[in-house]
């Protein structure tokens, strides 16, 4: 199982994007859900997460305020609303699940919903420029 990101492109500084996270014969409603983000060079940085059952988001220092999560069990989707991007923003996002038990490919990342992270599938690309 891969979770799909989509939704990147370029956008200019100030601007918004909505990114999707989806799979096929997946429910993605039995699990929290985190977004993670990996610049040029750098680690990958955990950016948001959202609780299954009650829906409560948690964001990075770095986003809160500008980023929303949001998750629609009715089409098997998860969103990550971002708003007044920064240039700093500009990474490859991924989606991943909190997994209770762990394969070769779960990556421990302690975050408010959980420290598991499994079903890493291939990210997307936001860039914010000029």
């Known amino acids: 199982v891969q979770l799909q990101a989509s939704g990147g492109g370029l956008v200019q500084p100030g601007g918004s994007l909505r990114l999707s996270c989806e799979a096929s014969?997946?429910?993605?409603?039995?699990?929290?859900i985190g977004w993670f983000r990996q610049a040029p060079g750098e680690e990958r940085e955990w950016v948001s997460c959202?609780?299954?059952?009650?829906?409560?988001?948690f964001y990075a220092d770095s986003v809160k305020g500008r980023f929303t999560i949001s998750r629609d069990n009715s089409k098997n989707a998860v969103y990550l609303q971002m708003n007044s991007l920064k240039p700093e923003d500009t990474a490859v996002y991924y989606c991943?699940?909190?997994?209770?038990?762990?394969?070769?490919?779960?990556?421990?990342?302690?975050?408010?919903?959980?420290?598991?992270?499994?079903?890493w599938g291939q990210g997307t690309q936001v860039t914010v420029s000029s």
């Open positions: 991943a699940a909190v997994v209770r038990e762990r394969s070769t490919l779960t990556a421990i990342v302690r975050t408010p919903c959980g420290n598991a992270y499994d079903y």
């Open positions: 014969g997946f429910t993605l409603g039995r699990y929290r």
């Open positions: 959202i609780y299954n059952g009650h829906g409560r988001g």
